[in-house]
């Protein structure tokens, strides 16, 4: 059973602007914080960005702070994350994640998708 399911990565030129989305099942998006990482070949996976259950705080890797947005659809039970003027160095496979605030600001999950690839070319 698949509990995260991530969608949306593709080639994309820099400068360009991206969407990922994350469906979730809905117990998991219902307890839980829910937050986006990656991982670039030959890096260990890596915190992004974090956003509340029901308390609209969010937290962003600084790299990413002010070109990024992560959101939620609490109805959907999708999890969402806005990328604006990327760079070469946002390439990486994207995974959502799912835990306390705290715990996915330290890139800890109690859950994980397959991941979708984004590439960005210079």
């Known amino acids: 059973q698949e509990h995260l399911v991530e969608s949306g990565g593709r080639l994309v030129q820099a400068g360009d602007s991206l969407r990922l989305s994350c469906a979730a099942a809905?117990?998991?998006?219902?307890?839980?914080?829910m937050g986006w990482f990656r991982q670039a070949p030959g890096k260990e996976r890596e915190f992004v960005a974090a956003?509340?259950?029901?308390?609209?705080?969010?937290a962003y890797q600084d790299t990413v702070k002010g070109r990024f947005t992560i959101f939620r659809d609490n109805a959907k039970h999708t999890l969402y994350l806005q990328m604006n003027d990327l760079k070469p160095e946002d390439t990486a496979r994207y995974y959502c994640?799912?835990?306390?605030?705290?715990?996915?600001?330290?890139?800890?999950?109690?859950?994980w998708g397959q991941g979708t690839q984004v590439t960005v070319s210079s």
């Open positions: 994640g799912a835990g306390t605030f705290d715990d996915l600001q330290r890139g800890e999950s109690a859950y």
């Open positions: 809905g117990p998991i998006f219902n307890a839980l914080e």
């Open positions: 956003v509340g259950r029901t308390n609209p705080r969010t």
